[in-house]
T-cell receptor, first 112, second 115 residues
Framework: GENVEQHPSTLSVQEGDSAVIKCTYS??????FPWYKQELGKRPQLIID?????GEKKDQRIAVTLNKTAKHFSLHITETQPEDSAVYFC???????????FGPGTRLSVLP | NAGVTQTPKFQVLKTGQSMTLQCAQD?????MYWYRQDPGMGLRLIYY???????DKGEVPNGYNVSRLNKREFSLRLESAAPSQTSVYFC??????????????FGDGTRLSIL
C-alpha cells in the first residue's frame, strides 16, 4: 500500500520568510496530492491540491510542486505570517480506490 | 450547506460504557471515513465506506464498529469503551467519481474522554 513520509516534523521561521515542507510517496499509481492545514483544536482544512498531470500550482502565497519521477511533492509558503502557524498534513491518493494516505504532519511556527 | 456534521462535540464516558458517534454529510459524496487523532499525532484511519452498504477496515479498527445507514450518514460505535480510545474523532467525506476525484472534507470532530 501507499506510504507517505513528511519532513521536517517541526519548522520554525521568522515572519516574512519562506517555509518549505516536503513529502514523498511510494505508490507510483497515486495521482492526487492535497495539503491540509490544522489549527489547534480545529479540523483539518484543505489549502491546496495538485493532480499528477500538473507540475506546479499556486494560490497567492501558497504553492505546491510535484515531481512524479522522484515521487515527491512540496508545499511552499512565502511571506509567512503568524496566522500561518499550524500543523500541515500532506496526503496521496489515486483514482478508483479508497487509498487516501496522510503524512505524519509538520508543525510550523512563524515567529514575529 | 453544512458540509460534514458530527455529534456530539464532546463526550466523557466511563470504561466499559458504549456510545455511538454520528456523522452526516450533505454534499452527496459516496465515500465517508472515520479517523482518530491522538494529541500531537497524525490522522489514523479507523474505518471507511466507499458507498452505501459497504464498509472496510482501516489502520486501527479494533474496538470499533461502523454503520453506513444511508448515503448521508456514517456512524461509529464503541461497544465497550477503554481509556486507550480517548482521542479526537474526525469524520470525513469525499467526492470520488471518475471525473471528480477530490479532497476529503472534515467535520469539526468529537472530543472523547474515557475515564
Amino acid at each position: 500500500g501507499e506510504n507517505v513520509e513528511q519532513h521536517p516534523s517541526t519548522l520554525s521561521v521568522q515572519e516574512g520568510d519562506s517555509a518549505v515542507i516536503k513529502c514523498t510517496y511510494s505508490d507510483s499509481a497515486s495521482n492526487y496530492f492535497p495539503w491540509y492545514k490544522q489549527e489547534l483544536g480545529k479540523r483539518p482544512q484543505l489549502i491546496i491540491d495538485i493532480r499528477s498531470n500538473v507540475g506546479e500550482k499556486k494560490d497567492q502565497r501558497i504553492a505546491v510542486t510535484l515531481n512524479k519521477t522522484a515521487k515527491h511533492f512540496s508545499l511552499h509558503i512565502t511571506e509567512t505570517q503568524p496566522e500561518d502557524s499550524a500543523v500541515y498534513f500532506c496526503a496521496a491518493s489515486y483514482n478508483y480506490g479508497q487509498n487516501f494516505v496522510f503524512g505524519p504532519g509538520t508543525r510550523l511556527s512563524v515567529l514575529p | 450547506n453544512a458540509g460534514v456534521t458530527q455529534t456530539p462535540k464532546f463526550q466523557v464516558l466511563k470504561t466499559g460504557q458504549s456510545m455511538t458517534l454520528q456523522c452526516a454529510q450533505d454534499m452527496n459524496h459516496n465515500s465517508m471515513y472515520w479517523y482518530r487523532q491522538d494529541p500531537g499525532m497524525g490522522l489514523r484511519l479507523i474505518y471507511y465506506s466507499a458507498s452505501e452498504g459497504t464498509t472496510d477496515k482501516g489502520e486501527v479498527p479494533n474496538g470499533y464498529n461502523v454503520s453506513r445507514l444511508n448515503k448521508r450518514e456514517f456512524s461509529l460505535r464503541l461497544e465497550s469503551a477503554a481509556p486507550s480510545q480517548t482521542s479526537v474523532y474526525f469524520c470525513a467525506s469525499r467526492s470520488d467519481t471518475d471525473t471528480a476525484l477530490g479532497p476529503q472534507h472534515f467535520g469539526d470532530g468529537t472530543r472523547l474522554s474515557i475515564l
